[in-house]
């Protein structure tokens, strides 16, 4: 299992496309997949879950994944965070 901290840096956070991008991210992988905010946690597969963080900009979540692909998956997950959703700002 691997943890791993990042703050949400785009300027509209996880909003509905932000969110979108992740669980198709998230889905592409084999692992579980959840992410964390305070005492929250969801499968990062699931849309509803993601939203339902209200994570804004300047949120920190945790990314959780347990399985064959873990690694690949934490990074993907992290890379598309730190490129903002590939959203222009």
Not at 43 to 67: F, H, P, R
Not at 77 to 82: A, M
């Amino acid at each position: 299992m691997i943890e791993r901290d990042v703050r949400i840096i785009n300027k509209l956070g996880l909003h509905l496309r932000a969110a979108a991008a992740l669980v198709q991210t998230a889905s592409g992988f084999e692992s579980d997949i959840h992410l964390r905010k305070d005492e929250i946690e969801v499968d990062a597969k699931s849309i509803m879950g993601v939203l339902g963080l209200e994570a804004g900009q300047g949120t920190e979540i945790t990314i959780i994944a347990k399985g064959s692909d873990e690694e690949d998956a934490v990074r993907a997950i992290v890379g598309l965070i730190e490129a903002r959703f590939n959203e222009e700002e």
